[in-house]
């Protein structure tokens, strides 16, 4: 202060240009700032191992995908800028973007890809091995030109690529890290990775090389982990967040009313389901998993209409099938079985078990709690003697992966063609079937309706195979969310697409 007042009136007046100035950047850097409420924690962001929705989201910013998807389910170029199909269907070429790169500076060239699905392909733990069954490898035809070759025609191949199976990570980093490679992501996104703080935050910052850098808007995001929705939105208001995932729906009509927020909404393709463990270890040894009749008796005790109205005052859609009823392959023959107590207490005194005892494994968050007491109240009443087990939302996701539960209320975030879903969850391999239902004839059906390209003949295949997973009940679908979001006003661009994930592309400031 000392100093100021020595100075002269011309200098002054510089001086205090320039603290305006350093102010107005400082605001500016913060606008460049923007803060993301999560709902759930996420597992490793490798995209070849990650089994969550919250990775996926996370994995949206960092990751580009050979090819994605439009709001209205179109199949759009991404890291390829085209592709082409062989005459007999068994292989593709793709055609990728010159001169992309990395976010370690190395290229993304069509020996990359091939490196990626190698990868997928052999790593242990890899989660896409099942994904891409039918791709038997990749062929360098030119730096920019990639084949892969199929061991059947693989209808679904280019929807599978919308997703991680899609998602290009540096050889080179996915060389050195090893299995840590999913603590420091390094891929050919829009943001690099910075940090994470496990149960609290990731960063990530704007990688400037970017193919398509013009369409990124902040120069940082920092996804904040807050459990519940409430408080999420109790952080959106107090401006310390600029955008939250998963709007509880009881608090619509708050955000609705809120002048310095706007609600984003869009059909879901998600799916939440009560799985069971049918033969993975001490889980699958409950007696309702060992006996179809008792799984039966559980199903009809259950009322799904009355749970979409109570926990989420009717703003989901109920639902008894993998794919939602907005889906074209969802089949309309096979309704929502109504609530029937004393046809479940006849099948389970046939069963010679009046009284079944149940623990039901769960994330502790807000919503699948208000499910499981719901449950617990409805299937009570037909004799099973049931216990919740509530967890933080990264240990329940854990003991789900490595099979350890009875029953397990499960999220899935959904993919525009049947293939991944049911693959990931029926098949005798798939990634998400840690309860290890397995029927080979299932997995034939899922074969055939791979290779067959006429529309009407592969919905009459997932119509079989709907009628298959409805009777052996490896999971009992429940309802289907549809995606809200809420936002800070002054937060433009955001576009809400079908699998609930955040494109970061075209996010900015509004002026």
């Known amino acids: 202060m000392l100093y100021f007042s020595c100075l002269s009136s011309r200098s002054r007046t510089i001086v205090g240009a320039l603290a305006l100035s350093l102010s107005l950047l400082t605001g500016a850097a913060q606008a460049a700032s923007l803060h993301v409420g999560i709902q759930d924690d996420p597992d490793a962001l490798d995209p070849a191992t990650n089994g969550t929705y919250a990775g996926r989201f996370v994995l949206s910013a960092l990751c580009d995908k050979l090819v994605d998807i439009s709001p209205d389910l179109k199949i759009v170029p991404q890291l390829a800028e085209s592709w082409e199909w062989a005459p007999d269907g068994k292989s593709i070429t793709f055609s990728l973007r010159k001169s992309v790169t990395f976010q370690d500076g190395t290229p993304l060239d069509a020996e990359a890809v091939k490196f990626n699905f190698d990868r997928m392909k052999t790593m242990p733990d890899s989660k896409r091995k099942a994904e891409i069954t039918p791709v038997l490898g990749a062929e360098v035809i030119s730096p920019e030109k990639v084949r892969l070759t199929l061991s059947d025609p693989f209808v679904p191949l280019l929807s599978v690529l919308t997703d991680r199976a899609g998602m290009m990570v540096s050889p080179k980093a996915a060389k050195e890290k090893g299995e840590n490679f999913g603590a420091a992501p390094v891929c050919a996104g829009p943001y690099e990775f910075v940090e994470r703080k ?30 519940d929705s409430s408080v999420r939105l109790a952080r959106l208001r107090a401006g310390d967040l600029d955008i939250m995932e998963r709007v509880a729906p009881n608090d619509l009509k708050s955000v609705r009313e809120n002048a310095d927020l706007a609600l984003y909404s869009a059909p879901g393709l998600a799916v939440s389901h009560l799985a069971m463990n049918l033969n993975n270890g001490e889980g699958s040894k409950a007696l309702f998993n060992q006996d179809p009749r008792l799984r039966e008796a559980l199903e009809l005790s259950i009322d799904r209409t009355v749970i979409n109205k109570v926990a989420f005052n009717g703003e989901f859609v109920a639902g008894n099938q993998m794919m939602p009823p907005s889906s074209p392959f969802y089949d309309k023959a096979r309704p929502i079985p109504a609530r029937d107590l004393a046809k479940a207490k006849e099948l389970m005194a046939a069963a010679g078990h009046p009284k ?8 502790n968050a807000l919503s699948d709690g208000r499910v499981a007491q719901i449950l617990q109240s409805m299937i009570s009443q037909a004799g099973f003697e049931v216990k919740l087990l509530p967890l933080e939302s990264a240990t329940a996701t854990q003991r789900f992966l490595s099979g350890n539960y009875q029953a397990y209320i499960g999220n899935w975030s959904g993919r525009p063609d049947p293939d991944p879903t049911l693959v990931s969850f029926f098949a005798c391999d798939g990634s998400q079937n840690t309860g290890k239902y397995c029927d080979k004839a299932f997995d034939a059906l899922l074969t055939e309706a791979r290779g067959e390209a006429d529309e009407a003949k592969r919905k009459q295949l997932y119509d079989k195979a709907t009628e298959m997973y409805l009777a052996a009940r490896p999971t009992l679908p429940l309802y289907h969310p549809n995606w809200f979001f809420a936002a800070r ?6 576009v809400m697409y079908p699998d609930g994930l955040l494109r970061v592309t075209g996010l900015k400031p509004k002026n």
Not at 356 to 363: H, K
Not at 489 to 494: E, F, P, R, S, Y
């Open 198 to 227: 496990s149960r609290d935050l990731i960063r990530v910052k704007k990688f400037d090389k970017y193919w398509n850098a013009p369409a990124i808007g902040y120069d940082e995001i920092v996804y904040d982990y807050v459990l």
């Open 489 to 494: 006003k002054g937060v433009d661009g955001i």
């Open 356 to 363: 079944v005892p149940i623990e039901i494994t769960y994330g």
